[in-house]
C-alpha cells in the first residue's frame, strides 16, 4: 500500500472522489477498526428455567427460577452453537463480544458511507 492510499483509505478511483469530509469520515472508521482487538461472534442470553422436580422452588407460586445462565450462541459452518459460560468466562469474554458489536456498526458506517459516495457518481446520470 503506498503513502497516498494509507493517507486517504477508500481512495482509488480518481473518477469518484470523496469528499474532504467523507475522507476524514472513512479514516476515523479506519483508526476505530485498527484499534480493533479480539472479536467473538454471536450473541449472549442470560436464561433463567424451571427443572423437572415437581416440588422444587421454580415451581412454586410465585416461582423462583434456576440461574441465571450465561448462554452464548453463533453459527459454526452452518449450525448453531451453543455454549454455557461460567461468570468468570463471562467477565473474560464479555469485552470481545461487545468489540465485535462495535466492529459491526463501525463497518456499517463504512459501507453507509461508500453507498453515499456511490449515489454521488455523476456517471449514475449518463
Given at each position: 500500500m503506498g503513502k497516498t492510499e494509507a493517507q486517504n483509505p477508500g481512495r482509488q478511483?480518481?473518477?469518484?472522489?470523496?469528499?474532504?469530509?467523507q475522507r476524514a469520515e472513512a479514516a476515523r472508521i479506519a483508526r476505530e477498526?485498527?484499534?480493533?482487538?479480539?472479536?467473538?461472534p454471536g450473541t449472549l442470553t442470560?436464561?433463567?428455567t424451571r427443572c423437572?422436580?415437581?416440588n422444587c422452588r421454580c415451581h412454586a407460586d410465585p416461582?423462583?427460577?434456576?440461574?441465571?445462565?450465561?448462554?452464548w450462541t453463533?453459527?459454526?459452518?452452518?449450525k448453531t452453537v451453543t455454549r454455557l459460560?461460567?461468570?468468570d468466562q463471562l467477565a473474560d469474554y464479555q469485552p470481545w463480544l461487545d468489540n465485535q458489536r462495535r466492529l459491526r456498526a463501525l463497518l456499517a458506517e463504512l459501507e453507509a458511507l461508500s453507498l453515499a459516495i456511490t449515489d454521488a457518481d455523476p456517471r449514475w446520470e449518463r
Open positions: 478511483d480518481k473518477n469518484v472522489p470523496p469528499t474532504p469530509a477498526l485498527a484499534q480493533g482487538g479480539f472479536a467473538l442470560e436464561r433463567r423437572g422436580r415437581a416461582p423462583v427460577l434456576h440461574g441465571p445462565y450465561h448462554q453463533r453459527k459454526a459452518g452452518g459460560l461460567t461468570d
